[in-house]
């Protein structure tokens, strides 16, 4: 079975983070050949399928998410990395399971949004705090590696869920 899932967005996550849109690229790229598997757990018989396909797609806000983010969605637009993952055996995508995903992202920065300062790093910049508490988020830039997506029942991203499954 052939399965497609929006993995994550550019969007703010449920951890007080988000991928600018300009780093999706790079997880869809890198999300190619990662083990499909359940609730993060990594042990090799919970894998029930591979990442065979990846790509960014732009897609249409809803009227909440144009009003929580307006920002985000006037300069970048809403944009989902959709990863097709084939399947030997026949997973029943039922909601004790979920039908959410969630994906594990390796990146190098946790950057101030907006912010110019010289340092690029939330740890270093006193801007980044406020920045938290006013806008609710992060950026995580420089990702290196996406180990697995999971099916989960709470997602960290509320839009990544499993939109397509072909037998
Ligand atoms: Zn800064």
């Given amino acids: ?21 300009a780093e999706l690229p790079a997880i869809a790229k890198k999300l190619v050949g990662v083990a499909a598997i359940v609730d ?15 790509r960014v797609e732009r897609a249409e806000p809803t009227p909440e998410q144009l009003e929580a983010y307006p920002d985000v969605l006037r300069t970048e637009g809403l944009q989902n990395v959709v990863a097709v993952v084939q399947s030997k055996t026949q997973i029943e995508i039922v909601p004790d399971v ?9 990146y190098t920065d946790l950057v101030c949004p907006g912010c110019t300062c010289e340092y690029r790093d939330a740890d270093r ?6 920045a938290l508490s006013t806008l609710g988020y992060l950026e995580r830039a420089g990702v290196q590696d996406i180990y697995e997506i999971s099916l989960v029942a709470v997602p ?3 839009d990544a869920i499993v939109t397509n499954v072909e037998p």
């Avoid at 894998?47 to 065979?52: F, L, R």
Wanted: with cysteine; charged share 20%.
């Fill in 1 to 21: 079975m052939k399965v497609s899932i929006i993995a994550t967005n550019n969007l703010p996550n449920r951890n007080m983070g988000r991928f600018p849109a």
């Fill in 125 to 130: 910049c006193k801007k980044a705090w406020e």
């Fill in 98 to 106: 979920g039908d959410h995903a969630s994906i594990t992202t390796a």
């Fill in 40 to 54: 993060h757990e990594a042990e090799y018989e919970e894998q029930w399928g591979t990442v065979v396909e990846a």
């Fill in 156 to 158: 960290a991203v509320p």
